[in-house]
């Protein structure tokens, strides 16, 4: 029998740290998607969905029968009851109906409050994205629909912060999309796992999990046939480098020693003693102290003051956009407007020039206009001074369109590499976000 991982506050502390740094990904079971039926008791949807479905066909379990929306859509199907079609428009009317009347379990609230990249979601419904709406956070949804797969997912996990949410097994707006029956399920497996490409679940998706690699399995069955192949699948390209925890609900099944054995040997899965319920109000918790730490860390002391020189009349909206990214570096920012009522101007900059570690003229037509700029005079000086090993650092940057032919275009500082004008380009924030890097490796490194 394998040995269960127990679940003392350093696994909670290393999980939570996971998800404030954004590289964690939440599966969510059938079992997790939880809302209040009509006694007041917290049930699985999928769960009230096949109640629903057993009470409008009449239908008489046995004792050894299972309430579940795979085996009661089934069962109608094999007794030629319904049609995959009219029972795939049942679900997605129930769903629709429970949209915005159910109360879903407040676990859920707790979870979204927290910083997941990924959501995967196994159930019919989208009503995680709710939650969301609640909290104004964006986020990007998408499902599979196996009846017409597409192995597209419009999504550039490098370039777009936003959280994605993807559904599985389809989504109720696409009724045709929903895997129900087990029959369903065998041609959803052949086609994620067949030859056919367009066919398979996005790469970009199980590429994904290459850099989110933590993951939070909440509310699976592990007993269930069809998990294992669907995982062989989504960890096709990652298999050894992922780390998988499970956290069932109170009322679940545990999984079997022999289960375990196999989700551990393949997937290397966890599976820690405590329930979801517990689970998730110790994560939240320890997500807070986390919080509540970085809050109370003293903002950090400049290590270096920075001069910006920039035409302030015209280039004003690229100084505003470098700016955004900038704030968040170690370093105090000074500018031609901070000269006013300090006397000289001439004698100002020569002051800067003296006090400041780094210089970031910002090159544009506008700039090389002395009436505008006064540091044009200086330009050649500026460009001698530029040594980064001996702590001063001069980066001109191409904000707009603009010849390369004086003092500054020649220094080998120059950004962005590509010699590419940053305003206009599209990739405003890429390059913004590039050149802060840049120098915050820079000041980290001042002595």
Request: charge should be negative.
């Amino acid at each position: 029998m394998p040995a269960e991982l127990s679940s003392p506050a350093e696994l909670y502390q290393t999980i939570a740290r996971k998800v404030k740094d954004g590289t964690c990904v939440l599966f969510l079971g059938p079992a997790a998607l939880a809302a209040k039926d009509k006694d007041g008791n917290w049930e699985p949807l999928t769960e009230l969905c096949a109640r629903h479905l057993v009470e409008k066909y009449k239908l008489e379990l046995g004792a050894e029968e299972e309430c579940s929306l795979p085996y009661v859509t089934s069962l109608l199907r094999i007794q030629n009851r319904s049609t995959d079609n009219v029972l795939q428009e049942e679900v997605a009317k129930f769903y629709s109906d429970m949209e915005e009347s159910c109360e879903l379990h407040p676990a859920l609230e707790q979870l979204t409050d927290l910083k997941f990249r990924i959501v995967i979601n196994t159930t019919p419904d989208n009503f995680i994205t709710r939650l969301y709406d609640q909290i104004a956070q964006a986020y990007h949804a998408d499902f599979y629909n196996w009846y017409k797969p597409s192995t597209t997912l419009n999504f550039d996990f490098e370039k777009d912060s936003r959280v994605v949410i993807y559904n599985l097994l389809g989504s109720y707006v696409k009724p045709e999309s929903l895997v129900l029956t087990y029959k369903q399920q065998l041609s959803y497996i052949k086609k994620i796992v067949g030859e056919q490409q367009n066919e398979r679940i996005p790469d970009a998706l199980t590429n994904a999990f290459k850099d989110y690699r933590h993951h939070l399995f909440l509310g699976f069955d592990f007993e269930d046939w069809a998990l294992r192949l669907v995982l062989d699948n989504l960890y096709k390209n990652v298999r050894d480098n992922i780390q998988p925890y499970s956290f069932t609900t109170k009322d679940e099944r545990p999984a079997d020693a022999d289960t375990k054995v196999f989700f551990q040997g393949e997937f290397g899965m966890q599976f820690p003693k405590d329930n979801l319920e517990n689970f998730v109000d110790n994560l939240v918790k320890e997500y807070q102290k986390l919080e509540s730490s970085a809050a109370a860390t003293a903002p950090q002391a400049p290590k270096a003051k920075i001069l910006v020189l920039h035409n302030e009349a015209t280039d004003k909206d690229g100084f505003d956009l470098l700016l955004k990214q900038l704030r968040s570096l170690p370093a105090q920012f000074v500018s031609l407007s901070d000269a006013v009522g300090q006397g000289d101007l001439n004698s100002w900059l020569q002051n800067m020039l003296n006090e400041c570690q780094v210089v970031l003229p910002l090159l544009s037509a506008d700039f090389y206009d002395s009436s505008q700029n006064p540091a044009i005079s200086l330009l050649a000086e500026i460009a001698q001074r530029n040594n980064p090993r001996k702590g001063f650092l001069v980066m001109p940057i191409i904000l707009k369109p603009v010849p390369l032919d004086g003092p500054l275009g020649a220094l080998p500082t120059l950004r962005p590499t590509d010699k590419q004008a940053i305003m206009g380009s599209g990739k405003e924030a890429q390059y913004a976000a590039e050149i802060a890097e840049g120098l915050k490796k820079y000041i980290e490194n001042l002595k």
